[in-house]
T-cell receptor
Framework: SQQGEEDPQALSIQEGENATMNCSYKTSINNLQWYRQNSGRGLVHLILIRSNEREKHSGRLRVTLDTSKKSSSLLITASRAADTASYFCATDGYRGAQKLVFGQGTRLTINP | IAGITQAPTSQILAAGRRMTLRCTQDMRHNAMYWYRQDLGLGLRLIHYSNTAGTTGKGEVPDGYSVSRANTDDFPLTLASAVPSQTSVYFC???????????FGPGTRLTVL
């Protein structure tokens, strides 16, 4: 069973636009992480946000966390063709363990 | 070796055969993980290891076994492969449980 679920499942935008992906989870967490996966490749860590943080930035990435709503969002600003990938959120704390549980991902396509 | 490697890259296997997927990391990470990724199901944890000498079951452990004789290596064995084990397998490592994970490039396994 999935702890985190991303929304939307797929997103297609024009280059230069902003992309927003959302993640909802069910139980208390210690931290939430976002990963990117290019087609046919392994996942790459993007950003980690702890449960006592509300917002975090890394370059063109902005992550927010609302623990009261058990949700997080990933914003990619000024999108580029190279941002085309699947994006996954991962949460720990599921069933009291620190193992990460991944959502099913959002497939992002940036059109030139 | 730089980071985390997996072998083989891909494999076609007859049902009933034994197969070991190899994973090696050179980052001296304590924790290592095996996931399988299936379309529509995201990544699911098979087995994990907090530190050398210890292993634990993930979400989908049946039909798989692991060992962690040393820090660097974490092989995954399918004792008697079945077609439902057709998947892409990813190995990952992290400094501690719940920390940022580093992923290998994956092994694409087809069981006929």
């Amino acid at each position: 069973s999935q702890q985190g679920e991303e929304d939307p499942q797929a997103l297609s935008i024009q280059e230069g636009e902003n992309a927003t992906m959302n993640c909802s989870y069910k139980t208390s967490i210690n931290n939430l992480q976002w990963y990117r996966q290019n087609s046919g490749r392994g996942l790459v860590h993007l950003i980690l946000i702890r449960s006592n943080e509300r917002e975090k930035h890394s370059g063109r990435l902005r992550v927010t966390l609302d623990t009261s709503k058990k949700s997080s969002s990933l914003l990619i600003t000024a999108s580029r063709a190279a941002d085309t990938a699947s994006y996954f959120c991962a949460t720990d704390g599921y069933r009291g363990a620190q193992k990460l549980v991944f959502g099913q991902g959002t497939r992002l396509t940036i059109n030139p | 070796i730089a980071g985390i490697t997996q072998a083989p890259t891909s494999q076609i296997l007859a049902a009933g055969r034994r197969m070991t997927l190899r994973c090696t990391q050179d980052m001296r990470h304590n924790a290592m993980y095996w996931y399988r990724q299936d379309l529509g199901l995201g990544l699911r944890l098979i087995h994990y290891s907090n530190t050398a000498g210890t292993t634990g079951k993930g979400e989908v452990p049946d039909g798989y076994s692991v060992s962690r004789a040393n820090t660097d290596d974490f092989p995954l064995t399918l004792a008697s492969a079945v077609p439902s084990q057709t998947s892409v397998y990813f190995c990952a490592s992290s400094d501690g449980m719940g920390d940022e994970q580093f992923f290998g490039p994956g092994t694409r396994l087809t069981v006929l």
